[in-house]
């Protein structure tokens, strides 16, 4: 006889409670287990057209990031939602064909696909570039143009940065950037961590009192922790007035790494006019000519720190900054806080920026990246005897 498949009890064929879903019929023991079943069928019609125009992922994405590493729950999430899934013993299976409409992926507790999960609380997202001659900042050059407007309009005391050093080539050196020429100067990406911090606590020391603080997500995190528990550092923070501007970071690396790797490329460090990271490829450029590897080449030296990273856009920030999703040339810009939103329309306003709303294939870029780094930590972080 079937089975109901609400209380589970045996239903003779005849009875009058059944239900067609999926192109299969079910029987019901009273009309109070119909009614439910109904009720959740068309709950699960009504995500899986809502998914319709996403991206496809499959029952073997859940298998591959949930399933195989142990970490599913056994709640049966996936099961209930869907007629091609069942629970073999604490295991999620496949019985039937999976037409990759990722409400199986969606429904379960143990993956991360919110956007707010995935790139933390946004305002408003958009595409921006520099409206500013002259400005060779990576990507659209967005975080040095809107530096530039809040410095002269008297809204910044300083900024903290990182240049180049001279003696250096490449190696990072965090400055208290006062002046146009300065926050010029520190344009551009370098992709080994900068000690700004300290640059932070010297110019509250020296009496500044509104600082924009640049640095990408674990650097951010810091200043969060030191500004909002200061415990011990009241006496310096209590006036002070921090606009942290994140910028997206899957990876940073060693400087001694870098140099290690270019020089292996029959280069030299000091020679490199820009360095830029995208679409998986670490692309050198000499007098003109580009030199574009594979990032995987770049594995040896990456900072250990990074394997436990999960925030890919400075989910902490004022506003994030960052070359994903957008076009060659673009900045993808998240306004999160109310100051970073009014400051970033208001340099957009006075001509030092150009801005336009963040497409949907644009954020789907940008969240599919944030998913790769948030799924790592499944890999580290876990209890062991």
Known sequence: ??????????VPPDTPYTSDHDGKTYFFHDPECKKKFDDMAKNIVRVKRSLEDKEKISFGRLRKDIIKPGICAACGACAASCPSIIMEGEKPKLIGPCTACGICYNQCPRTITTEEGLVGNIRHPYAARSALKGVNGQDGGVVTSLLAYALEEGLLDCAIVSIKSEDDPWRPVPIIATTYDEIMESAGSIYTHSMTIQALMNAVQQGMRSIAFVGPPCNIDAVYKI???PYG????FMR?????LGLFCMDTFSHEGIEEFVTSRHLELEDIESMKIWRGKIELEKEGENFVYDLGELDPYRSSSCKYCTDLTAERAAISFGGVGTPDGW???FTRSGRGYEIFNEAVEMGYVESRDLEEKEMIRVLNLARMKKVQKYGVIRREK
């Open 240 to 244: 002070a007035n921090i606009l942290p």
């Open 233 to 236: 550092l009241l006496h310096m």
């Open 227 to 229: 500004y909002k528990s």
């Open 1 to 10: 006889m079937p089975i109901d498949p609400i209380c589970k009890r045996e």
């Open 331 to 333: 900045t993808t810009v």
